[in-house]
């Protein structure tokens, strides 16, 4: 079975539509319900600069995530960890920010929200699940 997917720019296109590598505010967007611009802004505010790495992601997540931050999805030696689609599939309910290599995702209630075609067979690194959903 594979799990369903829908196109999605996390609200860039009303905010900076020339944005490029920006996974991370579309995806934070999308899953924390918040607006593209407040996760832009609370990124930047935390050192992202056109999509390098923030020093203090951990920080910023704990922020958009209201307290729910869930860290690594620890992956067993030998095993080959969980795919983007496996995790989808697993995930029937909730709403989630998915980490896998130099990718950020949102996952809400088992389909995949991305800008485009995601890859299914790729290993979920990080995941960050949101307990409530943010009012903008």
Do not use: Q
Request: proline content about 4%; glycine content about 14%; some cysteine.
């Amino acid at each position: 079975m594979k799990p369903r997917y829908v196109e999605h720019d996390g609200g860039r296109l009303g905010f900076a539509p020339n944005e490029k590598l920006d996974c991370t505010v579309r995806a934070l967007a999308i899953a924390s319900g918040a607006e593209y611009g407040r996760v832009h802004a609370l990124l930047e505010s935390y050192g992202r600069k056109r999509g390098r790495k923030m020093k203090d992601f951990a920080r910023a997540m704990r922020v958009l995530c209201g307290g729910t931050f869930n860290g690594r999805c620890p992956r067993v030696a030998g095993d080959t960890g969980i795919t983007l689609g496996r995790y989808a599939l697993a995930h029937p309910e909730g709403r989630y920010c998915l980490r896998v290599r130099g990718h950020v995702v949102a996952v809400i209630d088992g389909v995949i929200y991305d800008l485009g075609e995601p890859k299914l067979r790729a290993i979920v690194t990080n995941a960050w699940k949101f307990e409530e959903v943010s009012n903008g």
